[in-house]
């Protein structure tokens, strides 16, 4: 009987050799599944970061260390693990933190979680610079950090993160120049940096062969166009310093969408923009452009939706052929020096219902209406206001005052003279 529930000694040590075998194979099995040192650092980020702005309902709340983070299934939101198959330590891979206004400074430890890949944690509180250990995590492929408070320049040491496909660092207090040596990055898809403090130029970035999206609106950045990528399928540039011409958008024939708004950018706007087989959206509005070149599309399926060219130096008469682009719909050419009458064939345009807005106040326009404007100018958005045009009072798209016509042409007089 007895030897029915005392096990032998000999069966005792063969289960003992046994378990050593098994804690052989898979070391540190159950007791944690995650590398010591990530959990580590996701402490170390919990930590840094004031508690009293982690609500009940966000991710963090879920970080409940008396749990291993990668054992089980969302016991820690926001956390990604890898389950290697020859090592039972998992690794957290991924970072993606709900907006949840978390307030505090991104640890230095996380560069410790070397295996990461995402590290996102847009739309916080975070402050202070990004911690330069940020750029030992080598298997990093987007960092993304939109919409926080971090301070600091770009420094050099992003260049190291070679796998890096997507930077995201929009709506920050970030100051300095771009690096140089961004242009490295040759996996880079998206770089997006709006939103900051950045001065300098911008760095020749052609190297960037895989750059889909670049987007530095609201910098201070100066100087002319650098190269840029033939791949580029949206570039925004608004609201900078930027000057000279535009002619190195040229090549960009992938382009969606284009906004160079608010900038000191002269000279011409070519027809290569206008007529780029994909694009959809230009805004050149409030630079100092002289001349648009709209050639004629017919036969070519324009894309073409959004034309804006508020605020510039546009002179002569309206294009004859902005009706040619058959997806054309918002057309803004207010406060430019435009001048003659307002072709006829804008008005067909009208008819067919094919334009949802035409702006083209405070220009020097003159003469009579084409006659479709009078009769269908309800839908259509727009004014015509400030010009010299013979426009009566019950039209709608007439509404507000026109200009002596003396204005005009004295206007057309010292173009003349020029
Ligand atoms: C395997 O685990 C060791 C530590 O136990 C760690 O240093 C190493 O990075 C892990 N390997 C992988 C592929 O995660
Ligand atoms: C983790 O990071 C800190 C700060 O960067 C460093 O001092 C420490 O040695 C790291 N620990 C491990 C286990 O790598
Ligand atoms: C073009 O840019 C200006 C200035 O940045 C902006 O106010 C305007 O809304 C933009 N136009 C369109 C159609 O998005
Ligand atoms: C609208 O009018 C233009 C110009 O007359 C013409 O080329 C186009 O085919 C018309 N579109 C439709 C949908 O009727």
Redo the contacts with the bound molecule.
């Keep these: 009987m007895a030897a029915k529930t005392q096990p032998s000694s000999s069966s005792l040590l063969l289960m003992s050799l046994l378990l050593l075998l098994v804690s052989l194979i898979f070391p540190s099995s159950v007791l944690s599944a995650t590398l010591r040192s990530d959990i580590q650092a996701l402490e170390s980020i919990i930590r840094s970061i004031d508690p009293s702005s982690i609500s009940p309902s966000s991710y963090l709340s879920t970080w409940d260390f008396s749990e291993d983070p990668c054992e089980g299934s969302g016991t820690f939101l926001g956390v990604m693990c890898s389950f290697p198959l020859e090592n039972t330590t998992s690794r957290v891979t991924e970072i993606d933190l709900d907006d949840d206004g978390y307030d505090g400074f991104l640890s230095d430890e996380v560069g410790n979680l070397t295996e990461l890949t995402v590290l996102s944690l847009n739309k916080n509180r975070f402050r202070g610079p990004i911690p330069e250990t940020v750029f030992q995590l080598k298997k990093l492929t987007k960092l993304s950090l939109s919409e926080n408070f971090f301070t600091g320049d770009i420094t050099p040491g992003i260049t190291w993160l070679k796998e890096l496909k997507t930077i995201d660092l929009s709506k920050n207090s970030i100051a300095g120049e771009i690096p140089p040596r961004i242009s490295s990055l040759r996996s880079l898809t998206h770089l997006i940096l709006s939103n900051n403090h950045l001065d300098g130029r911008i760095p020749p970035l052609n190297g960037l062969w895989k750059l889909q999206a670049l987007e530095l609106g609201n910098n201070h950045l100066s100087g002319t166009l650098p190269k840029l990528p033939p791949s580029l399928r949206t570039l925004s540039l608004c609201y900078n310093s930027l000057a000279g011409r535009i002619s190195p958008l040229h090549r960009l024939k992938h382009l969606v969408s284009l906004d160079v708004s608010q900038n000191r950018f002269s000279g011409t706007i070519g027809h290569q923009i206008l007529t780029f087989p994909e694009i959809s959206h230009i805004n050149v509005s409030f630079n100092q452009f002289i001349s648009i070149e709209v050639v004629q599309v017919t036969g070519i399926e324009s894309r073409l939706r959004i034309l804006d060219a508020e605020g510039n130096q546009l002179q002569g008469h309206l294009p004859l052929n902005l ?1 040619t682009y ?1 997806n054309l719909k918002d057309i803004n050419l207010r406060s430019n020096k435009f001048s003659g009458d307002i072709p006829r ?1 804008y008005g ?2 009208l ?2 219902n ?1 334009w949802r807005s035409l702006y083209l106040e405070n220009n020097y326009l003159t003469g009579l209406l084409p006659e479709e404007f009078l009769r269908l100018s309800k839908q259509v958005r727009g004014s015509l206001s400030n010009n010299c045009l013979h426009c009566p009072k019950n039209v709608p798209i007439c509404k507000g005052v026109q200009k002596a016509k003396s204005h005009c042409t004295n206007a057309m007089r010292e173009k003349g003279l020029e």
């Design positions: 009706p058959g064939i067909k345009r008819e067919n094919s």
